[in-house]
């Protein structure tokens, strides 16, 4: 299995924020690219002071949205690749899944709880990932596909007593 691995040079990590770091992983549209994905992100985010809980929600999450990009977006096609991207900023970690596929609509996205949806064996997806992070977002991806933004802050950023999840969707 084929992984890129980088960390964003200077000139990039001017458009973020003066303190922040992007690590960012091209993988292969292969089921393996799947556990690499998760395994990245959960050691960044115990290395940058989650909590195991919380390590095991963020890795949860890009499991569920790499899945998605390989199954649904690049439909498993070796030709296409996706990417990870993990930003640690001042206060949060954002993550983003981009895939090469035609995009979607998250309002076309069937509700996992309606009654007609309930027996379905997928689908939940979407709704772990809102469940686990802070924020979370899909927009359509400059160069085409799908980029699935999410983020959780920092324990030392929360309110007292808050924990992460329970995002809020920045639909358009």
């Known amino acids: 299995m ?9 000139s990039t990590r001017s458009l973020m924020a003066a303190n922040s770091q992007r690590i960012v992983a091209t993988l292969e ?3 393996d690219s799947v556990d690499l994905a998760e395994d990245i992100t959960r050691r960044v985010a ?5 909590e195991d809980d919380d ?45 090469q596929g035609e995009g979607f609509d998250l309002k076309d996205v069937p509700d996992p709880l309606a009654e007609e949806n309930l027996l379905k064996s997928s689908g939940r997806g979407i709704l772990l990932m809102r469940s686990f992070m802070d924020e979370f977002d899909v927009v359509r991806a ?20 808050a924990e992460a999840g329970g995002a809020h969707s920045r639909d358009k």
Do not use: W
Request: charged share 25%; glycine share 8%.
């Open 2 to 10: 084929l992984l890129i691995l980088r960390l964003e040079p200077e």
């Open 29 to 31: 549209s292969v089921l």
């Open 46 to 50: 115990c290395a940058s002071g989650f």
């Open 55 to 99: 390590c095991h929600k963020l890795g949860m999450s890009v499991r569920e949205a790499v899945i998605n990009a390989l199954q649904y977006g690049n439909k498993m096609s070796p030709e296409k690749q996706v990417r990870l991207t993990l930003v640690l900023g001042p206060d949060k970690l954002e993550i983003r899944v981009q895939d």
């Open 142 to 161: 400059a160069e085409g596909g799908a980029e699935l933004i999410m983020a959780m802050r920092y324990p030392s950023s929360r309110p007292a007593g």
